[in-house]
């Protein structure tokens, strides 16, 4: 029986075609220095998905972390901004609408990278009318540009 190779740039072809990192390097209560170390390191490793959150609060210093890489000698392979698999996730649901779709520009804003691949709604709380006004902001942010895909995060099959 033949074995797969796996390395920190695997990925999985979605239904939709996109091609998603297997591993992602999670930045949680990293910040700073850190980041951009880590960032950097899993970079020249063959990582390519970075996994972050506005409960984070790092998401612009992984942007910045990401860009600096890319546009930097360091990146030998020529890598572009397309290469790079990011996903954040939404700090809380909100039965505002409006407020859900703030939060997701000033996510793609602060990670200054143009779009995020993956947005997911962190958690199930607020109840459910909460999720359905975050789920439509978040479609509607996939359909404005700002998100390639969205989905859950915690969620359990009673959500």
């Known amino acids: 029986m033949a074995t797969q190779k796996f390395t920190p740039a695997s990925t999985i072809k979605l239904a939709n075609g996109a091609q998603i990192p297997q591993v992602q390097l999670g930045l949680y209560q990293l910040s700073g220095r850190e980041i ?3 960032v950097r ?3 020249d490793v063959g990582y ?7 409960w984070y609060y ?5 942007g910045n972390a990401l860009r600096d890489y890319l ?6 392979s ?13 700090a809380n649901n909100s039965t505002s ?3 859900v779709r703030r939060s997701i520009k000033k996510s793609v804003q602060a990670s200054g990278l143009g779009y995020v691949d993956l947005f997911l709604l962190h958690s199930p709380l607020g109840g459910k009318d909460a999720r359905i006004a975050s789920w439509r902001a978040l479609e509607d942010a996939i ?6 895909m969205g989905g859950v995060s915690n969620f359990g099959s009673r959500h």
Do not use: H, M, P
């Open 78 to 90: 020529g890598l572009e901004r397309e290469d790079i698999w990011y996903t954040t996730k939404l």
């Open 48 to 54: 390519r998905g970075f996994d972050c959150a506005q």
């Open 143 to 148: 359909d404005d540009g700002e998100v390639r």
């Open 97 to 99: 609408y409006d407020s």
């Open 36 to 38: 951009a170390a880590s």
């Open 41 to 43: 390191s899993a970079l």
């Open 58 to 62: 790092n998401e612009k210093e992984a």
């Open 71 to 76: 546009n930097s000698d360091e990146n030998a």
